[in-house]
């Protein structure tokens, strides 16, 4: 409710939440994201929307940073890794892997690592997306016998 979100979109939220074991967004940062095609939209003081042109990186950042904000808030165990890694400093972070307490500490790592980031490199999906497959089938028994997924986005 303290989001705007309707009575329906909540209740929503709520389903979902119970169906998915954790969330997984593989976020892509390689060098198309630094084209000037992206959109963020913002309240100006005179309370109008206002559309800004940005790179689709600045786009992805805010997207991530909202949904991971959301996740925390939620309580839903989500983790987001990026498509080329940052040098020698970590490319993922995972909110709500800790529970309620760690929440605020895992936003600022997602943060750092969001804002750290800059768009280079080309898309290594397949190697991730195999990666994740092999994380899933160690415990698909166990989601099976919850009657629960995985939900991946490629963003």
Known sequence: MNQGFSLGLIKALKTNKG????RIWIV?????????DGRTFALTSKGKI????????????????????????????TN???LNPIN??????TVFASGADGV?????????VINRAKPFGVTP???HILHIEEQIQEIADDLR???????????
């Open 125 to 127: 999906l397949t190697a």
């Open 104 to 112: 605020n500490q895992e936003l600022r790592q997602g943060r750092n």
């Open 28 to 36: 892509d940062n390689s060098g198309s994201m630094a084209i000037g």
């Open 88 to 93: 020698d400093e970590p490319d993922e972070f």
């Open 19 to 22: 169906c998915f074991h954790y």
């Open 50 to 77: 206002e559309a800004r042109y940005v790179t689709r990186w600045e786009e992805i950042q805010e997207t991530v940073l909202y949904h991971a904000e959301l996740a925390g808030t939620l309580g839903i165990t």
């Open 145 to 155: 016998a919850r009657g629960q997924r995985v939900s991946i986005i490629v963003l």
């Open 80 to 82: 987001f890794r990026l």
